[in-house]
DNA sequence: GACATGACCTCTG
DNA sequence: CCAGAGGCCATGT
């Protein structure tokens, strides 16, 4: 098994395996992780994703409404928008339009 | 060891 | 439909 590199370390690697063109969601990860109510831990994982010596595209990881909600934490403004919109996102006001076409939900992608 | 915080999610009124 | 509160796990002080 995977010990326990820690919490974030499992996130990140979720989060590695995103496809380009794809974005997950807290909840989902969370509850890939094992722990549906955990979507605020994984938020933090991201908080922390600078930590990690390997880049996290946490740009791909909105929350469950779509939401850019972390991209006050991208460095500037629009920056995670635009690299979703990079990668064939719609997005309007910090929201992604086609968010439903391009969920990529790792229980159903990666399976349990 | 307890309290407070965090890029959330879901339910109820 | 909008507003409020609870729950969840881990980290830091």
Redesign the pocket.
Do not use: D, E, L
């Given at each position: 098994m995977n010990r326990n590199e820690?919490?974030?370390q499992r996130v990140y690697e979720v989060v590695l395996l995103v496809p380009r063109g794809r974005v997950t969601?807290?909840?989902a990860i969370?509850r890939y992780l094992g722990?549906?109510?955990?979507?605020?831990?994984?938020?933090?994982a991201?908080?922390?994703?600078?930590t990690s010596s390997e880049y996290?595209p946490?740009?791909r990881?909105?929350?469950?409404?779509g939401l850019l909600?972390?991209?006050?934490?991208?460095d500037g403004t629009n920056l995670?928008q635009e690299m979703l919109e990079n990668e064939g996102a719609h997005i309007s006001e910090n929201r992604i339009l086609n968010m439903k076409e391009m969920f990529w939900d790792p229980v159903e992608e990666l399976g349990l």
């Open positions: 820690g919490f974030f969601t807290y909840g969370a722990s549906p109510g955990a979507a605020r831990m994984v938020g933090w991201m908080n922390q994703s600078h996290i946490a740009h990881v909105v929350n469950r409404n909600t972390g991209k006050h934490h991208f995670m």
